[in-house]
């Protein structure tokens, strides 16, 4: 079992920048893949941006350029940096680890973006 914990949501004007870490209880080094997802009411959970173990970054189309994802093996965490953020990126932000064949979700951090 893997627990993630997410911190660092909020509200925030359009324009501004907020910084999302997912806490991880077992070592990053050891996942496959770790990524943030988002889920806005009544859609459904899109992908945001992943990294695989290889350092291999990918990024939804709507957030590149924007948002980067990072590791910080000291902390085992994975980071989320968002600048520029819209109203279209408020969503329940979600952080996922992917391990051999199984799958790990946090409880969700909500991101408000007001314009």
């Known amino acids: 079992q893997v627990q993630l914990v997410e911190s660092g949501g909020g509200l925030v004007q359009a324009g501004g920048s907020l910084r999302l870490s997912c806490a991880a209880s077992?070592?990053?080094?050891?996942?496959?893949?770790m990524g943030w997802y988002r889920r806005v009411p009544g859609k459904q959970r899109e992908l945001v941006a992943e990294v695989v173990s290889s350092g291999t970054t990918n990024y939804a189309d709507s957030v590149k350029g924007r948002f980067t994802i990072s590791r910080d093996y000291n902390g085992n965490t994975v980071v989320l940096q968002m600048n520029s953020l819209q109203p279209e990126d408020t969503a329940v932000y979600y952080c996922?680890?992917?391990?051999?064949?199984?799958?790990?979700w946090g409880r969700g951090t909500q991101v408000t973006v007001s314009s």
């Open positions: 996922n680890a992917v391990r051999n064949l199984d799958s790990f």
């Open positions: 077992r070592s990053i080094f050891s996942m496959n893949v």
